[in-house]
């Protein structure tokens, strides 16, 4: 964890540590993942548009595409559970660990302050950042909201996927494995997990593909293609645009107080880029 | 510059935005609203069953054509054949033919207008699937030998024979009648001049008086001869009426209109019914008796 | 050119025009009659006096590869004596045509199909000969029926649709008559697997089971092809997966002729409550398969008076992704609002 520098300068320009190369390859395997299983997957939900057939022909139509999805869908999966053991590993070596060599104790009430604590678990700063940005989109202020490490947006993109992996995971492999599942669960349990996984499947596709993209592509001051989820590194505008409050707290803590440069919305944003033209 | 690519930029994006808003609403809350509409109708079915089934009665047209409209694709495997569905037809049709979009005749009288002799509709009315109304119905007194030919049921334009490259009846293409008047280049009876009239009579039906009307009908149908050709001038071997050699038709073609079969039948039909045809209006009595 | 040469030419030549002339008139057809001579024109129509559309054609290329192709039009129209004919009456499915069953030897007939059929859930007539509510509601023969037409399937590697040539050859040792031939390797593969496409048979059935007054008057409870195409066989057929079961797969009992279709009431029926399961457990479908399993509502529609806890789990689901995504397409517009007119002013605290 410690072989990443919080702030890297590449001529001149100065970035910010966000994501490991594991955390990295992680997402990219979900990013694929998620892309096959929506591709293969809607135009079963979607089987009376025009376009399904077309779509589904890609995927190899009715005999291959759903061995395609479970394919993915498997692949997605095994990646759940590597995330899960993942994440109990690195809380419990960087963090529990540390935390009982220090205190020489451990109760189960310092775990729960400690999980409460992490960095993407959603806190009262989120909804103040939240109020905040509605203030400022509706022209009440000209200042953003001064975002932590993890904004409330990116908690959401967090927790969306986590709670949808859970649901429409859980739901197809119901249905995959219906005669087994049927054993110890009624049958009305398959209509549900048919309900279940295709609309939340639509609900995670259309929040990734518009909401998430959005924020970190097409946004004007990250198009046209936000470079973090491949390098790991957030140039210094879009840190001071998104996290300030962190931004500032990095560059303290790198005792370089002299240069932390000023917070703005992104209309000052581009007015500076027109000044450097 | 840059100014101005990111304005267009967020505009253009603000317009997808609203679409992204249109498919959320369509695939979300849009459809609570449908199920409750689709629900309350289903239950106005139950409740008024008789008034709505008087209102199908009613409609009857509409069902008749949207019916004409409802398409079957049979999947064979190693074959898909598509084609339209007659309620309660069991053979299958397999092929299409476009509507005939020169012909004014039938925009009053359709495109099956023969029905008055009863066991002569359906041949005249496969006749017409590839002879002009007029071809039959209208005598030039022109002068010169007459000339026929094909032309495209979907362009109306005069085109080369169909005949062998189709199978026999399937032509997209009808036979016409040329005049020749004597004056001017030699026109086909179907012309534009008699189209544009026909049309602007149709057109303007409803502001006329009846004495107008009457007046029109009578022009439009003045070339109509009395007596149409019938069906042995042309099925006889001496001189058929329509050139079929010239429209294209190969030898073995001929020989099978002309043959003893067919020629045979018309005359059949000739014997027992055409009295009848030429004299439609005593058709009924003859019924009865 | 040698005489030799000559003489083959004009060996070839005869075939060819005895091949190409000849036969291809009517190759396979039973057209005896030479009915075709005037129904082969598609023109041969009329309006009859109920004002209903009479087409008098008969497509030569597809009734050859229909299953009729060997009986005579005057199998069927039994009251056309003569050539011209006049208007002929209603075909009368049930007649005794001029085909031989071969195994008893007896006329062939559709009768026992007939027999089937009044044993069904679709009989006009009741258990005890009184005709039932909305009897016209009720199918005859040409409801569902077509011309069926012919399948055929090749084994010879693999399984796929059309006929083996390959196999072809190996009849052609014993079997001198080709269209024997071909009708009989028709007729065999397409009696092995299903006459119809289940996408066919599914729009077969929607004609009366989707139609919402036939549903509301005879209690269905759902527009059946409707919600079958809402579950993933329905879906598969409408791509046309062939092996995923249509309507009479399941509502069939195994083994038993799909004319002898029992109402989900009848305790002898596949589709009966604790029967369900034996349907779904078919070898070929789901092995192994619960009573549980069968619990599963195949017909469950969007409609809370159908299936209302159906209907809230998606109306749960529903608000759910309408919820958090119209918010959030929200703020992206306001986002790019924002980002259109940066320097706007609204009075404001400062």
Redesign the interface.
């Known amino acids: 964890m410690e072989k990443y520098p919080l702030i890297k300068t590449i001529n001149g320009r100065r970035y910010f540590y966000r994501f490991s190369l594991n955390q990295r390859v992680q997402h990219i395997i979900l990013a694929l993942s998620v892309i096959i299983l929506v591709l293969t997957g809607m135009?079963?939900k979607f089987?009376?548009a025009g376009w399904a057939?077309y779509l589904?022909k890609i995927f190899g139509?009715?005999?291959a595409a759903p061995i395609v999805h479970k394919a993915a869908g498997s692949i997605l999966l095994i990646l759940f559970a590597y995330h899960i053991i993942y994440l109990v590993y690195v809380i419990y070596k960087y963090q529990i660990v540390p935390l009982r060599d220090k205190e020489r104790r451990l109760t189960s009430g310092m775990i729960l302050k400690l999980l409460a604590t992490q960095p993407l678990v959603p806190n009262m700063k989120d909804a103040r950042d939240i109020r905040d940005?509605m203030t400022?989109?509706?022209?009440?202020?000209n200042k953003r909201p001064d975002g932590d490490a993890f904004t409330w947006k990116e908690k959401f993109d967090y927790w969306?996927p986590f709670w949808g992996m859970v649901v429409i995971g859980l739901s197809g492999l119901i249905m995959w494995n219906?005669?087994l599942a049927?054993?110890i669960?009624?049958?009305?349990v398959?209509?549900?997990s048919?309900?279940?996984h295709s609309?939340?499947a639509?609900?995670a596709a259309?929040?990734l593909f518009?909401?998430h993209w959005?924020n970190v592509h097409?946004?004007?001051s990250v198009?046209p293609m936000g470079m973090v989820f491949i390098t790991g590194y957030l140039p210094e505008e879009l840190m001071i645009e998104e996290h300030y409050e962190y931004y500032v707290k990095i560059m303290k803590q790198a005792g370089l107080d002299n240069e932390i440069r000023p917070p703005h919305?992104?209309?000052?944003e581009?007015s500076t880029?027109?000044a450097e033209? | 510059m840059?100014?101005i690519f990111?304005k267009l930029?967020?505009v253009a994006?603000m317009c997808l935005t609203v679409w992204?808003i249109v498919?959320?609403w369509n695939?979300t809350f849009h459809h609570v609203i449908e199920e409750y509409e689709n629900r309350k109708e289903l239950e106005e079915v139950a409740t008024i069953k008789e008034q709505k089934k008087r209102e199908a009665e009613k409609t009857k047209f509409e069902r008749i054509i949207l019916q004409s409209e409802e398409r079957v694709k049979h999947y064979l495997g190693y074959r898909v054949i598509e084609e339209q569905r007659i309620e309660g037809h069991f053979h299958h049709i397999g092929f299409d033919i476009g509507p005939d979009n020169r012909s004014y005749c039938i925009r009053c009288h359709g495109d099956m207008p023969h029905d008055k002799v009863r066991d002569l509709r359906a041949f005249l009315n496969m006749h017409a699937f590839f002879i002009a109304c007029q071809t039959c119905h209208v005598k030039t007194e022109g002068r010169g030998p007459r000339v026929y030919k094909w032309y495209d049921r979907k362009t109306g334009e005069l085109v080369p024979s169909p005949v062998l490259t189709y199978r026999a009846g399937t032509y997209n293409a009808k036979i016409i009648q040329i005049e020749n008047t004597g004056v001017g280049e030699p026109q086909r009876v179907d012309s534009q001049e008699r189209i544009d009239f026909a049309s602007e009579f149709k057109e303007r039906e409803k502001e006329l008086s009846e004495a107008q009307k009457s007046k029109a009908k009578k022009m439009i149908h003045e070339i109509v001869s009395k007596q149409p050709s019938i069906c042995e001038d042309c099925h006889q071997r001496e001189s058929p009426l329509l050139p079929l050699h010239e429209l294209g038709y190969p030898r073995d073609r001929i020989d099978s209109i002309l043959s003893t079969e067919v020629v045979g039948m018309v005359k059949k039909y000739t014997e027992f019914y055409m009295p009848r045809m030429l004299h439609p209006g005593e058709q009924n009595k003859e019924n009865e008796k | 050119m040698s005489l030799k040469r000559a003489a083959r030419l004009y060996i070839v030549g005869f075939i060819f025009i005895v091949l190409n002339f000849y036969p291809s008139k009517n190759l396979f057809s039973a057209d005896v009659g030479n009915c075709l001579l005037c129904h082969k024109y598609p023109g041969l129509s009329r309006i009859d006096e109920q004002g209903k559309m009479k087409l008098l054609y008969v497509n030569e290329d597809i009734f050859n590869i229909s299953v009729h192709l060997k009986v005579k039009c005057e199998g069927c129209h039994t009251d056309i004596k003569k050539i011209p004919h006049d208007p002929v009456n209603k075909v009368d499915c049930l007649v005794e045509c001029h085909i031989v069953e071969p195994s008893s030897e007896q006329k062939f007939s559709h009768k026992d199909v007939d027999n089937y059929v009044k044993k069904s859930v679709h009989a006009a007539l009741d258990k005890y000969g009184m005709p039932k509510k909305f009897k016209e509601d009720l199918p005859t023969c040409k409801n569902c029926h077509d011309e069926p037409l012919y399948r055929p399937l090749s084994f010879f590697k693999q399984v796929r649709p059309g006929i083996s040539e390959a196999a072809l050859g190996r009849c052609r040792v014993c079997h001198k008559k080709e269209d024997f031939i071909i009708r009989f390797y028709n007729h065999v593969t397409t009696r092995l697997h299903r006459t119809r496409n289940p996408i066919n048979i599914a729009e077969v059935c929607a004609r009366c089971h989707d139609d919402p007054l036939l549903v509301e008057r005879h209690n269905l409870g759902t527009r059946a092809v409707f919600s079958y195409?809402e579950?993933?066989h329905g879906?598969?057929a409408?791509?046309?997966?062939e092996r995923v079961p249509d309507c009479l797969d399941c509502h069939v009992n195994t083994g038993e002729s799909v004319h002898q279709m029992l109402s989900h009431k009848d305790s002898a029926a596949i589709t009966y409550r604790e029967n369900k399961y034996l349907a779904c457990s078919n070898i070929e479908c789901?092995?192994?398969?619960?009573q549980?399993?069968?619990?599963?509502?195949v017909h469950?529609e969007f409609n809370l008076d159908q299936?209302p806890?159906?209907y809230y789990?998606?109306l749960f689901?529903?608000i759910?992704?309408g919820g958090?995504?119209l918010p959030?397409?929200a703020?992206?517009f306001?986002?790019l609002?924002?980002?259109l007119f940066?320097?706007?002013?609204?009075p404001?605290?400062r």
């Not at chain 1, 669960?185 to 009305?188: H, L």
């Not at chain 3, 409408?238 to 997966?241: A, H, S």
């Not at chain 3, 789901?286 to 619960?290: F, Q």
């Open positions: 135009p079963l089987h009376n057939p589904y139509g009715i005999k940005l400022y989109l509706l022209y009440f202020t969306a219906k005669v049927t054993k669960v009624p049958g009305i398959i209509n549900f048919l309900i279940a609309d939340e639509l609900l259309l929040f518009i909401w959005y097409f946004s004007i198009f919305g992104a209309h000052s581009l880029d027109e033209k | 840059k100014n990111y930029y967020v994006f992204f498919i959320i695939v | 195409g579950t993933f879906k598969a409408r791509f046309l997966d789901h092995p192994g398969t619960s549980q399993f069968a619990s599963y509502k469950a299936s806890v159906q789990f998606t689901f529903i759910l992704t958090t995504l959030l397409m703020i992206i306001l986002d609002i924002r980002r940066p320097d706007a002013v609204i404001r605290r």
